[in-house]
Structure formats: structure tokens, C-alpha cells
């Protein structure tokens, strides 16, 4: 049974940093891809960053390009989001997401089967 536990949220003002991390447990894909989604209130989820645990260049949405880093461990399952330069609409909650499948995944949550429970960022002004 795959299970993936967020944590590292919390509150920040603008301009902070925080480290989101992901326990991934029963997830034993090497090549499959994993990534991180928010969902603020009253908006759709939004793929945030994706990245294949076999290795490759992650993709990260727009909104976070140059201020967000994903990265992983896969000795110890884990995957991280090193989140800088934090913005007011960065705020939502954030989940963790893997896929079953080997093949291409894609920034849209239809690619991942298996969720965490996320965790909340808030970024005040």
C-alpha cells in the first residue's frame, strides 16, 4: 500500500523560504514520476513541480520558475520542495503525488494515482 505524508508547512511572510517534504512508504517505482500540486481555496489544483525519480530535468509550472526547487532521495523515498521567495499567492495547500505508471507524466493531477494528505503554506503580507 503506497502512503505519502507530507510536511514542512507552516506560515511565512513574503520573500521567506520553506521545505516542504514528502515521505513516500510502499512506493518502489525507480523511474516513475513524482510531484507536488496546490489547491488554494476556491481554485482548481495546480501542478506545481514534477520530477522522474529515474532522473531527468523536473518541469515546474510558471508561476514558480526560478523560485522553487523539487528534488528527491530516492534512497530514503523522499521527495522535497525547497520553496523561496514566497509570494502571498503561493498560499494553498500543498500535496504530494505519485504515478503509478512508468510512462510520461505531465504538470495536470489526471497523471498521479496516489495522494498525500498535504500541507498548508500560508504567506502573509
Known amino acids: 500500500q503506497v502512503q505519502l505524508v507530507e510536511s514542512g508547512g507552516g506560515s511565512v511572510q513574503t520573500g521567506g523560504s520553506l521545505r516542504l517534504s514528502c515521505a513516500a512508504s510502499g512506493y518502489t517505482y525507480t523511474r516513475n514520476c513524482m510531484g507536488w500540486f496546490r489547491q488554494a481555496p476556491g481554485k482548481e489544483r495546480e501542478g506545481v513541480a514534477i520530477?522522474?525519480?529515474?532522473?531527468?530535468?523536473?518541469y515546474y509550472a510558471d508561476s514558480v520558475k526560478g523560485r522553487f526547487t523539487v528534488s528527491q532521495d530516492n534512497a530514503k523515498n523522499t521527495l522535497d520542495l525547497q520553496m523561496n521567495s514566497l509570494k502571498p499567492e503561493d498560499t494553498a495547500m500543498y500535496y504530494c503525488?505519485?504515478?503509478?505508471?512508468?510512462?510520461?507524466?505531465?504538470?495536470?493531477?489526471?497523471?498521479?494515482?496516489?495522494w498525500g494528505q498535504g500541507t498548508q503554506v500560508t504567506v502573509s503580507s
Open positions: 503525488a505519485a504515478r503509478r505508471s512508468s510512462s510520461s507524466c505531465w504538470l495536470g493531477g489526471s497523471a498521479f494515482d496516489y
Open positions: 520530477i522522474y525519480r529515474g532522473g531527468g530535468n523536473p
